[in-house]
């Protein structure tokens, strides 16, 4: 039997059982045992799993009669808000808040709900866990939006509403951890994790600063710390940089060019930036396909240009049909060619190391 509320059509059992068995994963405190404790409520209509816990923790009886704690777990909004009421019941993780049992014992076609803590976040204790991992991962890709209420920030640039709709689905996260409980590649805190780059995207698809794309940046030398980035050869809309930003800033960007590499190690913990080299790799591949005569930073067999000699460096080459067509001499400050010669050691040295 079914009945409509005027949204969603609410399922109902025809024949529920007296008693739900509620089968609870407990654990006293952090570090400490695991085990389950069995319970049994009566049935009654409209029973979501939160309701049903507030009911055993009024009277802590197991179902064999011992008496017990209460059970523990987090609870807040109550409407599916907040997410922090997030736990695995019948082995699928979700918000207990939400979780009618109706629904579960049609699902399920027997009377026992089993909960348990999410297994991803450290358990504290009974169905709570510390979900403060996700709010680091929050730090980690600066998913915040800075007001000090020191700037205007003005009507903002206009959005389409695919663009709106799009973002408005991201911005719904709530921090549940339902994502990395469910994803087969997260474990043991080795990558952000959806969440996070979730909330990357929906701040990268603001059309805020969307004029970034029109920059055109420039390096030099080797791949890691030692790379010279060229802000007299970067351009934003055809204006180098140098006549848009400050100085202290040209460095702020250097430095975070330099170490890029090790940032996005860092983000993923295990693995390397393949992104990047898989974006340039295609773009060097289309150049070459459809002779676009198109000038990219490559790393060539440099013989005396640049002043080095039988060394794989990167520098501004045209790629067309016959591959490497031209390595382009640009004038650099003996300052650049200094880091550029600094940056060829590095480079030497690895191969040094090698012994190839
Ligand atoms: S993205 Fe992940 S954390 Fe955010 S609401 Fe969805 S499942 Fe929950
Ligand atoms: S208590 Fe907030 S989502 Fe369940």
Redesign the pocket.
Known sequence: MSETNGHNEKKRLTNPPKAIEFRISRREKIGAAQYTEAFEIPYRRSLNVISALMEIRKNPVTKDGKQTTPPVWDMNCLEQVC?ICTMVINGRVRQSCSALVDDLLLASGGNQITLEPMSKFPNVRDLQVDRTK?FEHLKQVHAWVELDGTHNLGPGPTMTQEVQQERYAYS?????????EACPQYHDDNYIG??AI?QAKLFNMHPTGKADMDVTAFVLGGHGDTMVPLPRYSTCAGIPVTELLSKEKIDEIVKRTANGGAEIVGLLKTGSAFYAPSLAAVEMAEAILKDKKKILPCAVLLEGEYGINNLFVGVPCKLGKNGVEQIIEISLTSEERAALQKSAGSVQELIDILGV
Request: glycine share 14%; charged share 5%.
């Open positions: 997410g996700m719904r996260c709530m921090t549940c951890g339902c994502c990395l959806p969440q979730a």
